[in-house]
Each structure stands twice: as structure tokens, then as C-alpha cells.
């Protein structure tokens, strides 16, 4: 995972993504879902284009199941924007990489 993609866990979320001060796109995954390994490099892409006006993480469904549960994951992968805490926007599935940069411009 690139440095410059936060792995999100139920220890950090708050701080990580619930408390920024910035607006927070969340991976949700899991290490056996083949779409999601097809999506995590346009995750490290936008990451490294979007430098610190954005954060961006990857929280594995597996390991964080009540977080999942939470945010009603029921198909992986799934693309939350979090800004000021809460979810301004969702994708489900492979997204091409420039419809994720629309999605984060209109919020940010």
C-alpha cells in the first residue's frame, strides 16, 4: 500500500476519518475481493494527485467488521467521501479513476 494511504481500523477511525479536518475517502475491502485489487492502484493515483487536501484509506471489512456494519457494507468495494464526519457521497464497485476525481472536486 502506498505511504500515502492510511490503513483505517476500528482504533483509528475516529481520529483517521470521523475527526479530520480534511475530507477522508474510505476503501472499504478485503484482501480475497479481486474488483478491489483492480481499484487500489487508481486509490494510490488519486492519492498521490490530491496530496494533503485530501486523506485517503483503506479499511479492510474483514478485520473491522463493525464499521462495515455501521455504513451498511454489503458489496465490496465500496468508496465512501467522509467530510466533517459525515458520508457526502458513496460509490459501489470499480470506478474509473476520473469519475473518483469528479466525486472528490465536488466536495472539496
Known sequence: MAGNVIVLTE???HAEVLNSDRPVL?????????????IA???EELAMEFGDRVKFGKLNTDENPNIAMQYGIRAIPTLMLFKNGEVVDTRIGVQPKEALRQMILSHT
Open 11 to 13: 482504533s483509528n477511525w
Open 26 to 38: 474510505v476503501d472499504f475491502w478485503a484482501p480475497w475481493c479481486g474488483p478491489c485489487r483492480i
Open 41 to 43: 492502484p487508481i486509490i
